[in-house]
């Protein structure tokens, strides 16, 4: 986890770009808890929305607070990846080899430098052969 913040923690300095704006910022969703409930109930990605929400909640329009939650998804699901690997392959090195290259993982930039990345979804497909 160590390597994956050191690695990552940059971002949190960054701001809102490209689809952040339509999707985060310009969004009456984001920050209106009717806008929330009408695009809830004809939507997709509630979590997703609900997230927006709760992060403008907090902490206003602050593309930090944003990039904070996407890290910290980013970090829990290393970690998830990290335990299901130690456990499923019976060893903790391969367990920590597998949570830490996907924590470092280059392609994972969208998801972690964009307010608006938690949505997205790495398109490339990857096969794990378990014994």
């Known amino acids: 986890m160590a390597v994956a913040l050191a ?12 689809d952040d704006y339509g999707n985060v910022v310009h969004d009456p969703a984001t920050r ?15 979590l997703t929305r609900i997230s927006y929400f709760l992060d ?6 602050s593309p930090r607070a944003f990039l904070a939650t996407n890290l910290t998804l980013h970090l829990a699901t ?3 990846l990290f335990a299901l690997a130690r ?12 949570g830490a290259l996907f924590a470092v993982q280059p392609a994972h930039d969208a998801v972690v430098a964009y307010g608006s990345g938690r ?3 790495n398109r490339r497909r990857i096969t794990i052969r378990m014994r």
């Open 32 to 46: 209106d808890g009717a806008a929330l409930l009408e695009r809830l109930l004809r939507g997709v990605r509630p």
């Open 78 to 80: 290393s970690w998830l």
């Open 56 to 61: 403008h909640a907090a902490s206003g329009l």
């Open 7 to 18: 690695a990552w923690a940059p971002v949190l300095s960054g701001g809102f770009r490209f």
């Open 119 to 121: 949505s997205a979804r």
């Open 87 to 98: 456990r499923r392959l019976d060893s903790l090195a391969a367990g920590v080899l597998a």
